[in-house]
Nanobody, 125 residues
Framework: QVQLVESGGGLVQTGGSLRVSCAASGDTFSSYSVGWFRQAPGKEREFVVGISWGGGTTTEYIDSVKGRFTISRDNSKNTVDLQMNKLKPEDTAVYYC?????????????????WGQGTQVSVSS
């Protein structure tokens, strides 16, 4: 199993950028696909982006973040980063990273066994 810790959230103005990171410890992190989810107040948790295990050759993005967000992983550091550019107020949420011990990315939060505690991202208008 892995333990996940997110970092890097904060407050930024519309159009700004933030980079959030997910650091893993425990099991071999390269054996896990990773998803970033977010949950805004009063809303359900939603999938944002995912990356496959190993070299991360496969990624998936929801349409609303395509061209603005980029996911990457560095298995030597056991991290998965999410670079968020051109942020909008609707991106405001708690962002969670999650991991599952398989190649395939899933958009269903129930498929992920391991979760971080979340990091707040706030975008002011």
């Amino acid at each position: 199993q892995v333990q996940l810790v997110e970092s890097g959230g904060g407050l930024v103005q519309t159009g700004g950028s933030l980079r959030v990171s997910c650091a893993a410890s425990g099991d071999t992190f390269s054996s896990y696909s990773v998803g970033w989810f977010r949950q805004a107040p009063g809303k359900e948790r939603e999938f944002v982006v995912g990356i496959s295990w190993g070299g991360g050759t496969t990624t998936e993005y929801i349409d609303s973040v395509k061209g603005r967000f980029t996911i990457s992983r560095d298995n030597s550091k056991n991290t998965v980063d999410l670079q968020m550019n051109k942020l909008k107020p609707e991106d405001t949420a708690v962002y969670y990273c999650a991991a599952r011990r398989t190649f395939w990315i899933s958009r269903d939060s129930l498929d992920y066994a391991y979760w971080g505690q979340g990091t707040q991202v706030s975008v002011s208008s």
